[in-house]
T-cell receptor
Framework: AQSVTQPDIHITVSEGASLELRCNYS??????LFWYVQSPGQGLQLLLK??????LVQGIKGFEAEFKRSQSSFNLRKPSVHWSDAAEYFC?????????????FGTGTRLQVTL | GAGVSQSPRYKVAKRGQDVALRCDPI?????LFWYQQALGQGPEFLTY????????KSGLPSDRFFAERPEGSVSTLKIQRTQQEDSAVYLC????????????FGQGTRLTVV
């Protein structure tokens, strides 16, 4: 069975500083990986996804993530954080790319941004 | 509609009461998923529909949980005889047909059982 680990429950960064959120996955086949963001009282918004090809993927809001198969990781990065980035971030792995593919989520990392 | 719509946004139920949570997916999306998100946790899969067929209900925690999508569009998640451990946010997501498609999530229904 697939699983996702987000080691950092809570991270605080200063506005303008760089950010890296860690994600490790466990899956027996080719993983399909996602990062979602959830603001308070809101649903999940997709930041980026990796299905195949280039291991460095670009997403919305200036985020990027790098798939490293040897480390079973898919860390999320942003060069300069904005106060509006404060939210909960979830890494997820899908069992496939088809419409039936369900997602397994990590427990999330709460990002706090100080001004 | 423009996105996945869920109602009600908030529901308070007394223990033992039955509840029904509604999901309106994006028009034309064939796949519909329900997830349960407990406080401080990531969402966990409950069940999956392709059109009106419920193809996977492996995540439903007990036989008190029941989901349907009779006409292949709107879906209802029903919880009978609610218990305190059912308190969570229930998220609905839909996807269009095809590979590499994105799942769009609704804002969720926050259920509190008192």
């Amino acid at each position: 069975a697939q699983s996702v680990t987000q080691p950092d429950i809570h991270i605080t960064v200063s506005e303008g500083a760089s950010l890296e959120l860690r994600c490790n996955y466990s899956y027996g086949a080719t993983p399909y990986l996602f990062w979602y963001v959830q603001s308070p009282g809101q649903g999940l918004q997709l930041l980026l996804k990796y299905f195949s090809g280039d291991t460095l993927v670009q997403g919305i809001k200036g985020f990027e993530a790098e798939f490293k198969r040897s480390q079973s990781s898919f860390n999320l990065r942003k060069p300069s954080v904005h106060w509006s980035d404060a939210a909960e971030y979830f890494c997820a792995v899908g069992a496939g790319t088809g419409t039936a593919s369900k997602l397994t989520f990590g427990t999330g990392t709460r990002l706090q941004v100080t001004l | 509609g423009a996105g996945v719509s869920q109602s009600p946004r908030y529901k308070v139920a007394k223990r033992g009461q039955d509840v029904a949570l509604r999901c309106d997916p994006i028009s034309g999306h064939v796949s519909l998923f329900w997830y349960q998100q407990a406080l401080g946790q990531g969402p966990e899969f409950l069940t999956y529909f392709q059109n009106e067929a419920q193809l996977d209900k492996s995540g439903l925690p007990s036989d008190r949980f029941f989901a349907e999508r009779p006409e292949g569009s709107v879906s209802t998640l029903k919880i009978q005889r609610t218990q305190q451990e059912d308190s969570a946010v229930y998220l609905c997501a839909s996807r269009e047909r095809g590979l590499n498609t994105e799942a769009f999530f609704g804002q969720g229904t926050r259920l509190t059982v008192v």
